[in-house]
């Protein structure tokens, strides 16, 4: 699977943006199995949404510092989790909230094409 930060690259995005409070998994997490059947990874680039499509590229920037990365959704919230993604442990690390355990970001949903033309500055295997 892709992942990526950094500057981006000028291709359009189809969903107007959302903004919410994005939290990370605990490590219990790692190793059971996601919605979509994956085996979940602390270490990848993924993240949890409960509208979203299963498989759907997201872009999450934290609104603080402007860090954004690349995940995909692989698994969906708890019904009475009112955030609006819940990432991996990476993920929040590039974007610079493991200590606070909460941002507020926002969420835009990328075509294939976008993640396609972003540069590679990170890259790991799902």
């Known amino acids: 699977m892709l992942i990526a930060a950094g500057l981006a690259p000028a291709v359009?995005?189809?969903?107007?943006?959302?903004?919410?409070?994005?939290?990370?998994?605990?490590?219990?997490?790692?190793?059971?199995?996601?919605?979509?059947?994956?085996?979940?990874?602390?270490?990848?680039?993924?993240?949890?949404?409960?509208?979203?499509?299963?498989?759907?590229?997201i872009k999450v920037t934290n609104i603080r510092n402007n860090r954004w990365v690349v995940v995909k959704v692989t698994d969906r919230l708890h019904h009475a989790n009112r955030r609006i993604v819940d990432l991996t442990q990476a993920a929040a690390k590039k974007l610079g909230f493991i200590h606070w355990g909460l941002a507020k970001v926002r969420v835009e949903v990328v075509t294939k094409a976008y993640v396609n033309s972003i540069p590679y500055f990170d890259l790991a295997a799902s």
């Open 12 to 57: 359009a995005q189809k969903v107007v943006p959302k903004t919410g409070i994005a939290s990370y998994y605990a490590q219990k997490f790692h190793g059971r199995k996601t919605a979509s059947g994956e085996i979940f990874d602390n270490t990848a680039m993924t993240a949890a949404h409960n509208t979203l499509p299963l498989g759907t590229y």
